[in-house]
């Protein structure tokens, strides 16, 4: 299995963009999708957006406006910005390998089977 | 959008004992598109099951997964002590593409 690692500040300003890279090692990112996804301090999860290795995106409509994810195979790694954050944008995030598989009727599907250990981004002045 | 639901929100049962949570969703969704995950403080979640019923890699045969249409259930066959964590169930849809539900805290009688 692949190990994933989050780095980026951890103290973000209101208005300010976020940003935060996953590294990730023990396989190579191409071929696979790779998501963001956050926990506010307490609560539950949240799914932000994935990433294909090829540079496709898509994001949670809620989040569309302010989110750019990118990706970066020579280093093996992909990013989140996040732009005019907030402090509801308060939580913890994590970045996962989306588990992509096709059904009985060739229809894919995905869940997350590796995960970062997750970093903590506070907004605050 | 699927709206997950997970009942109850916190099952209090001792080592040993069957738990048995639940995840429903606001409409049918196919038994493929359901996963599950367990998270404890500090730490990431961890896949548990997907596509249902399938355990993912290294997963205890004590976890199993049941369920379609709306309802959803994991069975944990005899509770470890390091089975004391909070459990996602999650779906897999069209937009948003990926769904959590609140979670099911099981706790320490």
């Known amino acids: 299995q692949v190990q994933l690692q989050e780095s980026g500040p951890g103290l973000v300003e209101p208005s300010e963009t976020l940003s935060l890279t996953c590294t990730v090692s023990g396989g190579s990112i191409s071929g696979y999708y790779w998501s963001w996804i956050r926990q506010p301090p307490g609560k539950g999860l949240e799914w932000i957006g994935y990433i294909y290795y090829s540079g496709n995106a898509n994001y949670i409509p809620s989040l569309k406006s302010r989110v750019t994810m990118s990706v970066d195979t020579s280093k093996n790694q992909f990013s989140l910005q996040l732009s005019a954050v907030t402090a509801a944008d308060t939580a913890v995030y994590y970045c996962?390998?989306?588990?992509?598989?096709?059904?009985?009727?060739?229809?894919?599907?995905?869940?997350?089977?590796?995960w970062g250990q997750g970093t903590l981004v506070t907004v605050s002045s | 959008e699927v709206v997950l639901t997970q009942s109850p929100g916190t099952l209090s049962l001792s080592p040993g004992e069957r738990a048995t949570l639940s995840c429903r969703a606001s409409?049918?969704?196919?038994?493929?598109?359901l996963a599950w995950y367990q998270q404890k403080p500090g730490q990431a979640p961890r896949l548990l099951i997907y596509g249902s019923s399938s355990r993912a890699t290294g997963i205890p045969d004590r976890f199993s997964g049941s369920g379609s249409g709306t309802d959803f259930t994991l069975t944990i066959s005899r509770l470890e002590p390091e089975d004391f964590a909070v459990y996602y169930c999650?779906?897999?849809?069209?937009?948003?593409?990926?769904?959590f539900g609140p979670g099911t805290k099981v706790d320490l009688k």
């Open positions: 409409q049918s969704v196919g038994s493929s598109y």
């Open positions: 999650q779906h897999y849809g069209s937009s948003p593409l990926f769904t």
């Open positions: 996962a390998k989306v588990d992509g598989r096709r059904d009985t009727n060739g229809y894919f599907y995905g869940q997350f089977d590796s």
